[in-house]
């Protein structure tokens, strides 16, 4: 059993940037890929990046790339995300999970609670 905790959500204008936390608990923690969603009201979760368990590869969706990075470290248990030049179009609720490729939601088990991102124009 693994379990994750998301912070560092907020509400911030366009522009700006943000960095949320995902703690891991429990057996094993640092062993699994770790990966970052997001859900917007009435949409799909949204699968972002991930990085594996060593932190050497990573891996994101189009619509992140050069915008946001993971990094992970495992002294800590603690995987990031970096977003920078947010746009309201990425308002949504932020989630960490434990994943397997290719990534869908469906190949992931453990998840976090969710952190919420409002961005406004």
């Known amino acids: 059993q693994v379990q994750l905790a998301e912070s560092g959500g907020g509400l911030v204008r366009a522009g700006d940037s943000l960095r949320l936390s995902c703690v891991a608990s429990?057996?094993?923690?640092?062993?699994?890929?770790m990966a970052w969603f997001r859900q917007a009201p009435g949409k799909e979760r949204e699968f972002l990046t991930a990085?594996?368990?060593?932190?050497?590869?990573?891996y994101y969706a189009d619509s992140v790339k050069g915008r946001f990075t993971i990094s992970k470290e495992n002294a800590k248990n603690t995987v990031w995300l970096q977003m920078n030049s947010l746009e309201p179009e990425d308002t949504a609720v932020y989630f960490c999970?434990?994943?397997?490729?290719?990534?869908?939601?469906?190949?992931?088990?453990?998840w976090g609670q969710g952190t919420q991102v409002t961005v406004s124009s």
């Open positions: 999970a434990t994943c397997r490729p290719p990534y869908s939601k469906d190949d992931c088990d453990y």
């Open positions: 429990g057996r094993s923690a640092n062993s699994y890929t």
């Open positions: 990085i594996n368990w060593r932190g050497a590869g990573t």
